[in-house]
């Protein structure tokens, strides 16, 4: 099988090396396409290739008219909102994401943010500790969990939401289940967030939700920038002096908020959750891996459009 490695932002060369071991290892080809400028090089490049290892890159329903042997895609990484997901079913093609690979590059950074926020990034105006304080996780799943656990061990108090998830398990890994989400935002001097960008949740944190939390409570966002209303955002930052936002996916108003709210906001220049070496190889050689898997034995484990 040819198997097509489709990074716009490439991957390291340990983890490049990795992958090749495994995909090589298990009979098939690799081709790569990297640092590609246009989308119309990826269009271009998928035409006979049978899976495809991909990170952002947008899988658009033009990609998968022009992939006639495809049956199968890898998002090494959590979020697969890069996929159009109804397009790759209508073509029979399977995705997979790689759940777990890069959370705790994620968690880690958000633990920073939280830190970093406290001390009125690294300025030296006096600034808080977090020891002590209240965390509510929303979205209980790989990252979220591992938030948490980080947070207790820097004697955070941790409370969680997960409307998929029963209180026990929560219990289980570690938080104090929120009554719902109106609680959790009441009742934490910070908020992190982890919940996918679905059609149910996209825009779904706005002003309402945000004023809601404690006088100076932090938003802190390591998901996606999609589930933010941002002018909800911009209007609770203005209703409300005390509150502060850091985030990992740069909300398209930044600029302005930058403006009217100096170091009560900030977003990283470009998301980097998942940029750690560690993460890059961890999630690359898991995408390998479940390619080689699906050929060997039709292995579904870690399917998202069944
Ligand atoms: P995960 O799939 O392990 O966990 C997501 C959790 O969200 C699950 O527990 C699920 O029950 C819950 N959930 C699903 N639908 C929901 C809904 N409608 N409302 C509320 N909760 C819902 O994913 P993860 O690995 O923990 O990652 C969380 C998110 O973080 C990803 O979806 C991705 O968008 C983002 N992410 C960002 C980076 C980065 O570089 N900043 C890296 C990895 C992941």
């Known amino acids: 099988m040819k198997i097509l490695l489709a990074t716009q932002k490439p991957f390291a060369a340990a983890a490049v090396a990795g992958i090749r071991e495994i995909v090589e290892g298990a009979g098939h080809e690799l081709v790569a396409l990297e640092k590609y400028p246009e989308q119309a090089d990826l269009v271009a490049a998928v035409a006979d290739v ?24 890898v998002r090494a990484g959590a979020g697969y909102d890069n996929v159009d997901l109804a397009a790759a079913t209508a073509h029979g093609v399977v995705v997979m994401n790689t759940p777990g690979q890069n959370s705790n590059a994620v968690a880690e950074l ?72 109106e609680d959790l935002y009441a009742t934490c001097d910070y908020i992190s967030v982890h919940i ?36 909800g955002l911009e209007k609770a930052l203005e209703a409300r002096p005390d509150l502060k936002y850091v985030t990992d996916v740069m909300p398209d108003n930044y600029a302005v908020l930058q403006e009217k709210f100096g170091l009560r906001v900030f977003a990283t220049p470009k998301k980097m959750g998942a940029q750690s070496k560690e993460a890059n190889v961890n999630a690359g050689l898991a995408a390998a891996r479940q390619i080689a898997g699906y050929f060997e034995t039709g292995c579904t484990r870690f399917q998202v459009n069944k």
């Open 50 to 73: 049978d899976a495809m290892i991909i990170r952002s890159d947008k899988v658009t329903a033009e990609v998968l008219d022009a992939a006639k042997q495809l049956k199968i895609v």
């Open 110 to 181: 958000a633990i920073a943010m939280m830190i970093f926020m406290a001390r009125t990034q690294f300025t030296p105006a006096t600034g808080t500790e977090i020891q002590g304080k209240t965390v509510g996780i929303q979205a209980f799943g790989n990252v979220g969990r591992l938030v948490g656990q980080k947070a207790a061990a820097l004697g955070m108090k941790v409370k969680a939401i997960d409307p998929f998830l029963p209180a026990e398990k929560i219990v289980e890994g570690g938080a104090e289940p929120a009554k719902d989400l």
């Open 196 to 231: 996918p960008a679905t059609p149910e949740t996209i825009g779904s944190i706005g002003y309402d939700l945000i004023t809601k939390m404690p006088q100076g409570a932090t938003l802190v966002n390591t998901a996606r920038k999609e589930v933010i209303d941002e002018a």
